[in-house]
């Protein structure tokens, strides 16, 4: 799974990058209650521009990608001082109020995301196979701390993927466990058979 997404950026196989912020992320972030400053993950980030969007809101940005194309590409068509460092088995850029580590995200763990307070996953879930997407459900509730919110868009399509077709069930059933899971929206169908649903998720668990 990892070359061959490795190999969509090398041959520019990105149909799934937004060329504007996802109208989700605008419409329903600001209901979910983050507080301006709160550090925001967005595991397998690609070079989404939400998350020019996420900082210009007031929230430091901290991506995860695979991809070293794709974080090189998102610098590359921003602006402002760029600062290179590696950190705990990641490289790791820093442009502005967003920071971009490059690796894996199942080896990014709890020591890393002490700061992090929300967090936002457009492509993340959905471009997971269905053997992997309870690690990965199980992994994000790790780095997540109690009270913490996000924002979850999840896809319905025919068959094939990546992008893959998770189910509102499929949702339900990876998340509640650890998540407040609430349905936002279902999108309209695309002609391309996709579909999109919003969810907000708040991670249970005590407050400190």
Avoid at 27 to 45: D, E, M, N, Q
Avoid at 185 to 204: I, K, M, Q, T, Y
């Amino acid at each position: 799974m990892a070359n061959e997404w490795l190999a969509r950026w090398r041959e520019g196989r990105i149909g799934f990058h937004r060329d504007r912020p996802h109208p989700i992320l605008v419409r329903y972030w600001p209901s979910l209650g983050a507080r301006p400053g709160t550090k925001v993950l967005v595991p397998l980030c690609g070079k989404s521009l939400d998350m020019r969007w996420l900082a210009r809101h007031d929230h430091p940005v901290l991506g995860i990608e695979l991809a070293g194309q794709a974080i090189e590409e998102f610098v590359a068509e921003g602006v402002g001082e760029l600062t290179r460092y590696r950190q705990a088995g990641f490289d790791i850029c820093r442009q502005g109020n967003v920071e971009l580590w490059c690796g894996d995200f199942f080896h990014f763990h709890i020591q890393q995301a002490a700061e992090i307070g929300a967090f936002y996953d457009r492509a993340a879930l959905i471009a997971l196979p269905a053997a992997t997407r309870q690690r990965y459900a199980f992994h994000l509730a790790q780095l997540i701390p109690p009270g913490a919110r996000g924002l979850l868009i999840s896809l319905t399509r025919g068959p094939g993927g990546p992008p893959f077709s998770v189910s509102a069930e499929e949702v339900r059933e990876l998340f509640e466990p650890n998540f407040r899971v609430t349905h936002l929206e279902d999108g309209e169908p695309e002609p391309n058979g996709f579909r999109e649903s919003a969810w907000a998720l708040v991670r249970r668990g005590p407050l400190t």
